[in-house]
């Protein structure tokens, strides 16, 4: 699998340490966005292929940031990692779009294997796409 580019949404600096060293030390790019407008900045000028959100950022809802990110781009696969482990909570992201939604703490391999899985299948549905686009056009 090519390197992917990984966005880190959050502003807990403990976090962002710990899930910037896990995902370079086994291959990926990373971005670090401390704020949402930053985030949605980084998305409009950068390709990234996956985005992980705290549940709160800067005070400013997950949800509210998976909104305006699923605006950018619809199709990125999104993991949200959140402190609480409320239904009520997770399901407000399950609607907003979320791809996977983590409970603290990590289990690194868990966290790995799932990132792994939502890249194969976002690159696997491009290049369908791409296979059918140019089938299309041969005809």
């Known amino acids: 699998m090519p390197s992917a580019r990984i966005l880190i949404v ?14 370079e030390q086994n291959g990926y790019e990373t ?7 930053v985030a949605l900045t980084i998305l409009q000028e950068r390709k990234m292929d996956l985005v992980i959100i705290g549940s709160t950022v ?4 997950g949800v509210e940031i998976l909104y305006e990110i699923k605006k950018i781009i619809s199709n990125i696969p999104v993991i949200v990692i ?7 909570i997770q399901s407000s992201f399950v609607k907003a779009g979320v791809s996977v939604f983590i409970v603290k703490p990590l289990e690194p391999k868990f966290v790995l294997q799932t990132i792994e899985n ?10 369908t796409r791409k296979t059918r686009s140019s089938s299309k056009s041969k005809k």
Not at 31 to 37: G, N
Not at 58 to 61: A, F, G
Not at 118 to 127: D, H, K, N
């Open 58 to 61: 800067q005070e400013i809802s």
């Open 118 to 127: 939502l890249l194969m299948a976002r690159f696997a549905s491009v290049v």
């Open 10 to 23: 959050e502003d807990e600096r403990q976090t962002v340490e710990a899930e910037r060293d896990l995902f």
């Open 82 to 88: 959140s402190n609480q482990k409320s239904k009520r």
């Open 31 to 37: 971005e670090v966005a401390l704020s949402k407008q």
